[in-house]
């Protein structure tokens, strides 16, 4: 453990030491120029679709949702209908995305071709040339609010009666209660042959039973320890007159 | 099936522990505070008293609305960083708000009601110059975009394009201005510098050239910095060299010539050196300017000057000196011009002074300026009135005033300020948490222990005082509570001050010290999130580089902690230092050492002087090395030390990673270098581990008992290439692990058929990278983990130069189904919790990422071993859940930087997320196994021991009335 402690405490010193300080050397980590600059003619093309939230008015979402493609590549604002376009994005494969807090929808790849034929379908990202197709221009159906919270245990009665520790102890109790209703005990004949189960049950009769111990114990507890105070103030004085 | 099975129970024990954010904590740990950035242009919805909405487009590309009462967001529209998104112009017409975007690449309409879009309509390539509304026949239908050779015409309700015409000789004459004045011509001016003016008036209906006429004017360089429009469209212009004005009527083709008038005919006179600006205002686009207008001669000196009706003649109407701002508001029939004085400076201002009224009125009113001129020093650039009638029909008026801290402030008619934003920490750069200081009986008690001791009785008299002081605090405190709960809950306010500052049981209240780029440091309390000092640093250049440094923390009683900003000029590299106290916002008055020369690098030994501040090193571009505080004491230690002090330096233009030794008269000698050849890599980003992470286990015990120990290289840097070439099959990303005291490299990894950006973290014994795969389209996360084997070379103490084996170097890759912003991973007081990884997402959301996700020896075969080690089974794509959201819908705009800190719980990591908005929170990595929960039950624990206690109560009873009737029988 010693040896332990003295490790780590070198191991700091030597860190400490060597200060690592990622500071005004030449590096930043800036943003990086994307490969797809702006062509001064490049063909650029426009992609189009609509996002629906099912039972939701679409002033009440699309001030705060946005389009996204490829990440943050090219940006889309939804139309006060839901609808969207994102203009000037060049031939490529793209993964579009409707970005809301509140809405959940599915991501869809586009590919365009140099022509400007345009293909929507599902994103697998492990078998990337899987084509299942999509509808275009794009029609995206929001799948419910996201689900951002876990749900707290709460405590019920119902879950601490179903619990399997508490059934196992009232099933007994309720046995225990109910069968001497139902078992007639002042038949003699009964009562002989309850005695008798008994008996084997409890296969050493010797052994002492523990509540009947338990209930000694206490309620005699009081009476014996007032004895040995008396016992000791007893057996004290004459050791004081011995003196 | 078994594997199925033991799958879905492997993975149904990680839904468990991994944490996430209960419904009822919403905002009870965690606070956000969005911001936009410097206002550009900014607009009031329509002029009347009651209404609210504000909208401003920022130098961040963001559109945004404010409340203007509270100055709370509304709604915000952030687009793409850099120049494709930037706002070039912003117009409002009623509901809607037009917009030009990327240097006239788009125009867009949007509703301000809701938020939404209208259209948004292509423009031809070419740079904006100019956009203004069109009226046809006093309804406003059109606009008109001006380009450097075109000029197109757009319908307001459809973006739809009306015509659009190539300006004739383009190249030769700069178009700058377009005017309207409610005509069936639009106007375009244009300029060759120098020689003459162009003026083209085009039909509205097919876009004829109706006439086209040219005028001398050799004085004349630029329109949009001398001219404006006034009266009933005559150009006014400002020659600051022959000190006149120049007028011009735009529709007449009678007058071939400007008319000068002298200022001196005016008895007005240009500040020195100054260049005198003309602002006038166009309330309506269907009808021609006012003749009113402002003319500024000074940094404080502004007239206000009024064109005669016969279009030749300028009659002064007032002086306003010092003036710092004016600015046009109309509302209805009235027009308010707003002159922004410093304070407590006795200005004949009178209230409503009216112009003559044809129509159009001209009310002045004086706004007094928040702060006066010498306390706050900032004088503010730009200003923007709200006018509106009051119930009265008089003219009231709200300013919203930028300043050039990138403060926003909104102020009522009497000179009150409603609101200030400050939107400086729309962009901050760096960040540290300090911890809070001790209060005065905290302190004491603290100090009790310190001391050596004084002999028994002392002691023991000392520890009942601290006893009886900690009595009176507590009590005390009960009775604020109970006080407290009398009053209504509204009057209730936990106002938070500097006084009142104090470190909290478990250290989870920190000061949080912001560095924004425009050089404004902000001190934020992490609890509230409310702003308890700022201090604006007015000599730091736009493109500066910052790095901050806790010198001293508040540890050290009665010392003041002590942060050191260090500012780095990014063209000459010259740095200032500026010291200040985290708490306070202060500046120290410590000697600062004089740094003549470009510093290099910087680092932070854990030397400490007499008054416990840690030594920084700087390193200047001769190598040569500048010790801060360089008192006596300092310099004996690092001479003793010299020998174990290294550094490295990187160059990524020239590819070039050096490592050197301090020499005892603090010169350095190199000893290392690697050059990585720029004409196939560069050198990306270097990362080593941070200085206050502990690592507690040494090793993991695997499933067969053994111990498999890591490799904890204290000294080991990250190093991240890139390729230059680009193409997508010759790409790759490349990750060199290098020890940075000798120079070796422990681990080269190459990721071929990839490109950045890459995101990395490097911490432990492992480093997490995330790239772009070119080839599969999708991103992808890497992870590296060293491990020494199942024996330990030197378990007492790592040395960098005594370590004869390499590492054994481990390596996974997974999908990660969305590209990434920004990474960090959690952080604890003492590393036993589990780590996490904070991934930013472009969505706003920060995803916590359990590290065991990422660990290289996840199975693809399930094993007895690898399930008594609780691996996760491999799977190829990471999961992405919406639970593991820390920040749930509080989203984070271009998320920047995370920056997590320790608390003085284990289990508890503090996270604050920057980028456009601020987000901080706290996260259990392991849940919160030291405390009990903030839902613990107390209520039913109580009652099930007092519901326990009565049972034996009345169960003893029972037995003792059976045992005497038993006795009785």
């Not at chain 2, 006014?236 to 529709?251: F, G, K, N, R, W």
């Not at chain 2, 009659?315 to 209805?332: C, I, K, N």
């Not at chain 2, 104090?502 to 999130?529: C, H, P, W, Y």
Request: hydrophobic share 40%; charged share 20%; aromatic share 10%.
């Amino acid at each position: 453990m010693l040896l332990h402690g003295r490790l780590s405490e070198l191991c700091i010193f030597l860190q400490a030491m060597f200060v690592f300080a990622c500071c005004f050397s030449d590096i930043e980590s800036g943003p990086i120029a994307t490969s797809g600059s702006v062509q001064p003619n490049g063909d650029r093309f426009k992609l189009e679709g609509r996002a629906i939230v099912p039972g939701v008015k679409t002033q009440d979402w699309i001030s705060s949702a946005r389009v996204t493609v490829e990440g943050e590549e090219y940006i889309g604002f939804m139309r006060t209908d839901g609808s969207f376009v994102v203009n000037d994005v060049p031939s490529g494969s793209y993964v579009v995305e409707v970005i809301s807090p509140g809405y959940k929808f599915e991501a869809v790849r586009v590919d365009i071709t140099s022509k400007g034929k345009m293909r929507a379908r599902l994103v697998n990202f492990i078998k990337t040339s899987e084509v299942i197709r999509q509808p275009y221009p794009l029609q995206l159906r929001s799948s419910g609010p996201h689900t951002y919270f876990m749900k707290r245990e709460t405590w019920g009665w119902t879950d601490f009666l179903m619990n399997p520790m508490v059934l196992m102890m009232v099933l007994p109790l309720l046995i225990i209660v109910l069968l001497p209703k139902v078992v007639n005990t002042n038949d003699p004949e009964m009562r002989k042959e309850m005695e008798q189960s008994m008996n084997m049950l409890n296969p050493n009769p010797e052994l002492p039973d523990v509540s009947e111990f338990m209930t000694k114990l206490f309620s005699g507890s009081k009476s014996s320890s007032n004895k040995a105070v008396g016992g000791s103030k007893a057996s004290g004085r004459p050791a004081v007159k011995r003196r | 099936m078994a594997k199925l099975t033991s799958l879905f129970v492997i993975l149904l024990s990680f839904f468990c522990i991994s944490e996430a954010v209960f419904e009822d904590q919403v905002g009870k740990f965690d606070w956000r505070q969005q911001y936009v950035g410097k206002t550009l242009f900014a607009h009031f919805e329509s002029n009347t008293q009651s209404s609210k909405k504000m909208f401003v487009a920022t130098d961040k590309n963001i559109f945004a609305s404010f409340n203007s009462r509270t100055g709370d967001l509304l709604w915000r529209h952030v687009d793409k960083t850099g120049p494709e998104g930037s706002i070039d112009i912003l117009l409002l017409h009623g509901q809607d708000a037009l917009m030009v975007v990327g240097d006239g690449r788009l125009l867009r309409s949007w509703d301000t009601n809701i938020g939404g879009l209208n259209w948004e309509a292509v423009l031809d390539t070419g740079s904006f110059q100019a956009a203004c509304f069109v009226a046809i026949q006093d309804t406003v239908k059109l606009v008109a975009v001006l380009k450097k050779a075109a000029i197109s015409l757009h319908y307001l309700s459809n973006g739809h394009q009306k015509w659009v015409e190539n300006l004739p000789d383009s190249d030769a004459v700069q178009y700058q201005a377009v005017y309207s004045g409610g005509e069936e011509e639009v106007y375009v001016l244009g300029v060759v510098p120098n020689s003459h003016l162009t003026i083209i008036a085009y039909s509205l209906e097919d876009g004829e050239i109706i006439k086209q006429r040219s005028v001398e004017a050799s004085w004349l360089s630029s329109i949009e910095s001398s001219c404006v429009v006034v009266g009933q469209g005559v150009l006014m212009c400002v020659d600051p060299a022959t000190l006149a004005l120049y007028t011009l009527p735009i529709q007449a083709e009678e007058t071939p010539e400007f008319s000068q008038i002298l200022l001196q005919s005016l008895d007005l006179e240009v500040f020195p050196g100054f260049q005198p600006v003309l602002v006038s205002s166009q309330p309506h686009p269907a009808r021609s300017p006012l003749s009113e207008f402002f003319l500024q001669l000074g940094p404080d000196h502004h007239v206000l000057l009024q064109l005669n009706a016969d279009g030749y003649t300028i009659a002064p109407l007032r002086d306003f000196q010092p003036a710092f701002l004016v600015s046009f508001a109309t509302t209805g029939k009235k027009t308010v011009a707003a002159v922004m004085t410093p304070k407590n400076e006795t200005v004949s201002c009178p209230l409503g002074g009216v112009s003559p009224c044809s129509g159009w009125c001209l009310a002045l009113w004086c706004v007094v300026s928040p702060c006066g001129v010498s306390p706050c020093g900032v004088s503010p650039p730009q200003l923007y009135v709200h006018a509106f009638l009051k119930k009265d029909d008089s003219v009231g008026y709200r300013v919203l005033v930028q300043t050039q801290d990138h403060a926003l402030t909104f102020i009522q008619q009497p000179g009150r300020v409603v609101w200030t934003r400050e939107e400086a920490l729309a962009d901050v750069v760096t960040m540290e948490m300090v911890d809070l200081p001790l209060t005065g009986t905290q302190a004491e008690l603290e100090g009790e222990f310190g001391k050596k001791a004084d002999g028994l009785f002392p002691m023991v008299l000392k520890r009942l005082s601290s006893q009886v002081t900690l009595l009176q605090a507590w009590l005390a405190h009960l009775w604020k509570l109970f006080y407290e709960a009398r009053k209504p809950r509204s009057q209730v306010k936990n106002e938070v001050t500097i006084e009142t500052l104090s470190r909290d049981e478990f250290n989870l209240q920190k000061m949080m010290v912001m560095v924004t780029a425009s050089g404004k440091l902000f001190g934020i309390d992490s609890k509230s999130g409310s702003i308890l000092w700022k201090h604006y640093l007015e000599n730091v250049q736009p493109n500066a580089a910052f790095k901050l440094i806790v010198q001293r923390t508040t540890a050290h009683f009665p010392h003041p902690p002590q942060c050191t900003l260090l500012i780095k000029d990014k063209d000459t590299g010259l740095a200032t230092l500026h010291v200040f106290n985290p708490i306070f916002g202060r500046k120290s008055h410590i000697a600062l050492p004089a740094l003549p020369r470009p510093i290099l690098q910087s680092l932070l030994l854990p030397v400490i002087d007499q008054d416990y501040a840690k030594v920084l090193l700087l390193v200047d571009d001769q190598y040569k090395v500048t010790a801060f505080p360089s008192t006596k004491n300092v310099l004996q230690q690092l001479q003793e030390m010299a020998s174990s002090i290294f550094f490295y330096l990187i160059r990524s233009d020239q590819g070039n990673l050096s490592g050197f030794r301090l020499r005892k008269d603090l010169s350095t000698e190199r000893i290392w270098e690697v050059v990585l050849p720029t004409e196939v890599q560069k050198i990306v980003a270097v990362k080593g581990k941070r200085p206050n992470e502990h690592v507690h286990s040494q090793g993991r015990v695997m499933g067969d008992r053994s111990v498999l120990y890591k490799y904890l290289n204290p000294n080991l840097l990250a190093v991240v290439t890139e390729s230059t070439d680009t193409h997508p099959e010759r790409a790759f990303v490349g990750v060199f692990l290098v020890d940075g005291v000798t120079g070796r490299i422990i681990h080269e990894a190459v990721q071929r058929k990839a490109r950045g950006p890459v995101h990395f973290v490097h911490s432990e014994n492992w480093v997490v990278y995330e790239y772009w795969n070119t080839k599969s389209r999708r991103n992808e996360f890497s992870v590296l983990e060293l491990f020494e084997g199942t024996e330990l070379y030197n378990s007492t103490v790592f040395s960098s130069l005594d370590r004869p084996h390499l590492p054994q170097v481990l390596q996974q890759t997974y999908i990660f189904p969305s590209p990434i912003t920004t990474m960090e991973a959690t952080l604890t007081e003492k590393g036993i919790t589990s780590r996490h990884l904070l991934v930013g997402l472009p969505s706003g959301a920060i995803l916590s990422l359990p590290k065991m996700f990422l660990d290289p020896r996840r199975p693809e075969v399930v094993t007895e071993h690898s399930r008594e080690e609780n691996l996760i089974p491999y799977a190829p794509e990471m999961p992405i859940r919406t639970e593991w959201f820390i920040n749930y819908n509080q989203t984070v705009a271009r998320v920047k930087g995370i920056y997590t800190a320790p608390s003085g719980l284990e289990s508890t990591c503090l996270v604050v997320a920057y980028g456009l908005d601020i987000y901080q929170t706290r996260v259990y990595p392991s849940k919160q196994f030291d405390v009990l929960k903030d839902d613990y039950d107390y209520v039913l624990i109580s009652s099930v021991l007092f519901a326990l206690f009565f049972a034996t109560m009345i169960s003893k009873r029972l037995a003792q009335v059976k045992l005497l009737n038993r006795a009785w029988r």
